[in-house]
T-cell receptor
């Protein structure tokens, strides 16, 4: 009965590889997000989708591409991974854009070697 | 300049004491403010939200907002070891983005 789930939980890969992280929510929410949390615990918004439409697209390298096949899923694809991409990536969802509580997934710890 | 800044901590308090966490924000357009708690290795969870000036109490937690001073705080009364975590302050701007502070790590000593 997990509300927001992410796969994989851990991802270890070499520089230059391409990888994807998947996120699913079963809360019936309209809005989903991707956040990056660096080693200093700083949590920063990357993208937000509302009903499959891209709403927030922060200044992230275009190697990062989100995809929302439906409003319950928001995936993150990363091309040409770099060392600096190592972080924990959190998916989150909320009932709507203007509705405040965001529910976070368990996170995906990405390590780029 | 970071949009949301927190007193960096770490903060260590004895069990039963009050833990006081502070946060300032730079975007005067921010209307909604939140405190999230994050246990080590876990995801953030919302513990308090505050939208208007003044105090808001929920159990042992009290959030305070002063929009004129652009200041948000969180008090944890009767601190318990289970309160040991990192507390993240966040503000939501008119473009729906949540901006988080760097977090304050609280340790409650038994």
């Amino acid at each position: 009965d997990t509300a927001v789930s992410q796969t994989p939980k851990y991802l270890v890969t070499q520089m230059g590889n391409d990888k994807s992280i998947k996120c699913e929510q079963n809360l019936g929410h309209d809005t989903m997000y991707w956040y990056k949390q660096d080693s200093k615990k700083f949590l920063k918004i990357m993208f937000s989708y509302n009903n499959k439409e891209l709403i927030i697209n922060e200044t992230v390298p275009n190697r990062f591409s989100p995809k929302s096949p439906d409003k319950a899923h928001l995936n993150l694809h990363i091309n040409s991974l770099e060392l600096g991409d190592s972080a924990v990536y959190f998916c989150a969802s909320s009932p709507g854009l203007a509705i405040d509580e965001q529910f976070f997934g368990p996170g995906t710890r990405l390590t780029v070697l | 300049q970071k949009e949301v800044e927190q007193n960096s901590g770490p903060l260590s308090v004895p069990e039963g004491a009050i833990a006081s966490l502070n946060c300032t924000y730079s975007d005067r357009g921010s209307q909604s403010f939140f405190w999230y708690r994050q246990y080590s290795g876990k995801s953030p969870e919302l513990i308090m939200s505050i939208y208007s000036n003044g105090d808001k109490e929920d159990g042992r937690f009290t959030a305070q907002l002063n929009k004129a001073s652009q200041y948000v705080s969180l008090l944890i009364r009767d601190s318990q070891p289970s309160d040991s975590a990192t507390y993240l302050c966040a503000g939501r701007s008119n473009d729906y983005k949540l901006s988080f502070g760097a977090g304050t790590t609280v340790t409650v000593r038994a």
